[in-house]
C-alpha cells in the first residue's frame, strides 16, 4: 500500500483558506486518494475523494497534479470547528481488499 | 445514507473478561467491514479486515485468538475482545464499505467508536 507523508501540524485563523498538501510517491494505477476528518473521540468523517485533476465538494477541494504523486486538500474559509486531524489516504480499488491505512495526520489548529 | 452504528459507545470491564462490540451498517450492505483501534493522541492502526460470511483477515501482530471477528451477515459484525487486560483500553473503530458505481472508487463509511476500558 501507498504511504502518505503529511504536515504533522498546522495552524491557521477563521476565515483562511487552508491548504494540506500531501505526498504518496508510491501510489499505484488502481489508487483512489481520499481524505477524513476526525474529530477527537469520534470516527472519521469523509471529506473528498479523487483520482486526478480537480474535485470540489461543498466542503473542500481536492488538487491532484498529472503524476499523481502528490495532492492538496483545501479548505476554503475555515472556522473553529474544522480544527481537527486530516488524514491522506490512498486506498485500493474495488476488486481488491479496498484497505486503508492511515498515516499520522495533520492536526488543524483554527485561531479565532 | 450510508450510515455505520457502534454499540456500545463506552463499556467498562474488569480484567479477564471479555467484551463485545457491534458494528451495523444501517442502510446500505457493507461487503467489507475494517476494524481499528485508536491509542490517545495516536492515529488510527487496522487491526483486520472482514467480509461476510468468511474468516476476517489480520494485520501483522494482531491476535485472531484474542481479537475475535465475526461478520454474519452483510450489516453486522461483531469484534470480540477475549480476556481483556488494561492495555487492550482503547478507542475500537469500525467503517463498512461497498463497491462503487465506477470502476476503482469506494468510500469507508466509519462507525462513531467505541471506548474500551479495561480496570
Known amino acids: 500500500l501507498a504511504k502518505t507523508t503529511q504536515p504533522i501540524s498546522m495552524d491557521s485563523y477563521e476565515g483562511q483558506e487552508v491548504n494540506i498538501t500531501c505526498s504518496h510517491n508510491?501510489?499505484?494505477?488502481?489508487?483512489?486518494i481520499t481524505w477524513y476528518q476526525q474529530f477527537p473521540s469520534q470516527g472519521p468523517r469523509f471529506i473528498i475523494q479523487g483520482y486526478k485533476t480537480k474535485v470540489t465538494n461543498e466542503v473542500a477541494s481536492l488538487f491532484i497534479p498529472a503524476d499523481r504523486k502528490s495532492s492538496t486538500l483545501s479548505l476554503p474559509r475555515v472556522s473553529l470547528s474544522d480544527t481537527a486531524v486530516y488524514y491522506c489516504?490512498?486506498?485500493?480499488?474495488?476488486?481488491?481488499?479496498?484497505?486503508?491505512?492511515f498515516g499520522q495526520g495533520t492536526t488543524l489548529q483554527v485561531k479565532p | 445514507g450510508a450510515v455505520v452504528s457502534q454499540h456500545p459507545s463506552r463499556v467498562i470491564c474488569k480484567s479477564g473478561t471479555s467484551v463485545k462490540i457491534e458494528c451495523r451498517s444501517l442502510?446500505?450492505?457493507?461487503?467489507?467491514m475494517f476494524w481499528y483501534r485508536q491509542f490517545p493522541k495516536q492515529s488510527l492502526m487496522l487491526m483486520a479486515t472482514s467480509n461476510e460470511g468468511s474468516k476476517a483477515t489480520y494485520e501483522q501482530g494482531v491476535e485472531k485468538d484474542k481479537f475475535l471477528i465475526n461478520h454474519a451477515s452483510l450489516t453486522l459484525s461483531t469484534l470480540t475482545v477475549t480476556s481483556a487486560h488494561p492495555e487492550d483500553s482503547s478507542f475500537y473503530i469500525c467503517?463498512?464499505?461497498?463497491?462503487?458505481?465506477?470502476?476503482?472508487?469506494?468510500?469507508?463509511?466509519f462507525g462513531p467508536g467505541t471506548r474500551l476500558t479495561v480496570t
Open positions: 467503517s463498512a464499505t461497498f463497491s462503487g458505481g465506477a470502476a476503482f472508487t469506494y468510500e469507508q463509511y
Open positions: 442502510d446500505f450492505q457493507a461487503t467489507t
Open positions: 489516504l490512498v486506498g485500493e480499488g474495488s476488486g481488491n481488499t479496498g484497505k486503508l491505512i
Open positions: 508510491n501510489i499505484a494505477t488502481n489508487d483512489y
